[in-house]
């Protein structure tokens, strides 16, 4: 079973930088698709950016220009910088993978059925 983990989240004052990182227990290099995605309490989870097998970046609109989706596909990290945050972006970040195309959506924010879903973790940005 594939593995994802989640770090680099916490408390910054708004203006701030985070870099979130995502371990995925495979090999990423061929993945159709990597994302991140935000869920705040009551609300449903929403796409943030992805990036594909290509290295194609796309960004949900409020993240375009501040935040910049990354991998490295020798380590298998998934990155998240996140730049000019604030208080708007708190909530609990997760990254998903989905190692092959299902026929489903193409890659970007609006796909939410991703294989695999690491367990979050938390951003919170003060004003």
């Known amino acids: 079973q594939l593995q994802l983990m989640e770090s680099g989240g916490g408390s910054v004052q708004a203006g701030g930088s985070l870099r979130l990182s995502c371990s995925v227990s495979?090999?990423?290099?061929?993945?159709?698709?990597m994302g991140w995605y935000r869920q705040i309490p009551g609300k449903a989870r929403e796409g943030i950016a992805t990036?594909?097998?290509?290295?194609?970046?796309s960004y949900r609109g409020p993240a375009k220009g501040r935040f910049t989706v990354s991998k490295d596909n020798a380590k298998n990290i998934l990155y998240l910088d996140m730049n000019d945050l604030t208080p708007s972006d708190s909530g609990t970040y997760y990254c998903?993978?989905?190692?092959?195309?299902?026929?489903?959506?193409?890659?970007?924010?609006?796909?939410?059925?991703?294989?695999?879903w690491g367990q979050g973790t938390q951003v919170s940005v003060s004003s």
């Open positions: 998903a993978a989905l190692p092959e195309f299902d026929g489903g959506a193409w890659c970007g924010p609006g796909r939410y059925t991703m294989d695999y």
């Open positions: 495979g090999d990423i290099s061929n993945y159709y698709c």
């Open positions: 990036i594909d097998k290509g290295d194609a970046r």
